[in-house]
């Protein structure tokens, strides 16, 4: 373990060109280059395939840097074991950041018999939250722990004061038929329909680089540059384990044409992994 929490995460920040691994999500972000002092720094994460698992280590990250990190959902998420606030208590929330540093807000409820989540608390608590922190991390988005989705009309929920937005695809969907790794089939097939003039009733056709650059642009990209102009907006393949997934990441960037991007891998090796 190093002095940022941990070795094994690997993050490359794609520009101009993929750069050398670096055991730091902050630092391929460059997330200190954007943050103003005094301010929250806020980031929603969308998409599927890790989307909490990069909230966990950009949670540890942060404190590690001394900051006060709030974990809110706007939707659902699983129920934390750590640095809980089960109650919408701004004082309470502000205690648990003082004594913790990390503290994870929402409204605890059992959806199904044995599945514990938490959701948002709503928009007047979430206002009065973000400013007892320094660094808000969202879940903005639900994809039944798939690796890849396609957003329905009402999704993701992204606070508006959003600096950051991570779009977050996992590279373990590669080769799976799309029913088996895609969340909102549907909207995936229009999609790809009007760009490969793929069948929709087509129900064995597996996931290539090709659409899954397609979903990540025509199903995030575009349209949240659209909805959230002010804010900075990431593809974030992750689930890059190992060299050829990396590879694969760094193609599918490339087909995007998005100026900028984020591929990560062996976030499970990690201990911020078990975090909450």
Sequence with gaps: MGEDGGQNVEAYYYGACLTQAVHSIFKALEIEKYRLSGCPFVISFTGGGGKTSLIR???????????????????HMALPEHFFVPEPS????????????IAVAGNPEERKPGEKKIS?????????AREKADLVLVEADGAKRLPVKVPG????????????????????ALGQKGEKCCFRMEQAK??????????????EWAMEEK?????????????LKQSFPQARILPVFNQADIGELVLAGKR?????????GLITGNLWKEPSFELF
């Design 120 to 128: 948002f608390w709503g928009w007047e608590f979430y206002q009065q």
């Design 90 to 101: 701004v004082g309470a929330l502000e205690q648990t950041l003082k004594d913790s540093g």
């Design 57 to 75: 280590r950009m949670a540890w990250e942060g404190r590690e840097l001394g900051l006060k990190v709030l974990v809110i959902p706007t939707t």
């Design 153 to 172: 009309p009402a999704e993701p929920v992204i606070p508006g004061d959003t600096d950051l937005i991570l779009c977050v695809y996992g590279l373990k």
């Design 190 to 203: 229009t999609l790809l329909g009007e760009s490969f003039s793929l069948d929709k009733e087509d129900r």
């Design 211 to 223: 659409y899954m650059a397609c979903l990540m642009k025509q199903g995030y990209l575009s349209p």
């Design 252 to 260: 599918i960037l490339e087909q995007i044409g998005h100026t900028e």
